[in-house]
């Protein structure tokens, strides 16, 4: 019997606040910590894609022309656990626990999760409007927080309806 996850993948998409421009040398521990996170990400069984820029190999976008300080991170996996098992442990954790020492706070919800057909790649803007819908609804099966997640099982329950 088929598994329902073999046909959908989770999209995840964040935004951080920098403090300084990312060319400033008070990045470069983040940008060596994030090389080593994103190879660990690439290892794990349950990662599929990420957005990895135009510039670099890093990863990172800036999703919003106004403001060349928030910076972005694009990625597909399996499923939520996969997902959180990798940014929970170990290099990304680690940056985690960093984060002040590079970034502000923002005062609205900066991650967004969302599911997609296997095989799909999200582009920016797709990313853009998820995080929109959740900043301005909160979670939904069509877009969800970690804190506030939905199955594939629910998405699909409200859009065969539409």
Do not use: C
Not at 46 to 73: A, C, S, T
Not at 94 to 103: A, D, E, T, V, Y
């Amino acid at each position: 019997m088929e598994n329902i996850y073999d046909n959908w993948s989770l999209a995840q998409f964040s935004i951080v606040q920098m403090k300084f421009p990312f060319s400033d040398t008070k990045f470069d521990d983040y940008k060596l910590m994030l090389r080593e996170a994103q190879k660990v990400a690439e290892e794990h069984p349950g990662f599929i894609w990420r957005y990895q820029g135009e510039k670099d190999n890093l990863g990172y976008l800036m999703p919003y022309e106004k403001d060349p300080y928030v910076m972005g991170h694009l990625s597909v996996w399996r499923n939520s656990e996969t997902l959180m098992d990798y940014v929970y442990t170990g290099t990304h954790l680690q940056l985690l626990k960093n984060h002040r020492r590079w970034f502000t706070k923002i005062n609205e919800i900066s991650h967004v999760l969302w599911w997609i057909s296997s095989g799909h790649r999200p582009t920016i803007e797709e990313a853009r409007a998820s995080l929109y819908v959740v900043n301005e609804g909160g979670s939904s099966p069509t877009a969800f927080t970690v804190k506030e997640q939905f199955s594939i099982e629910e998405y699909l329950s409200i859009t065969i309806l539409d």
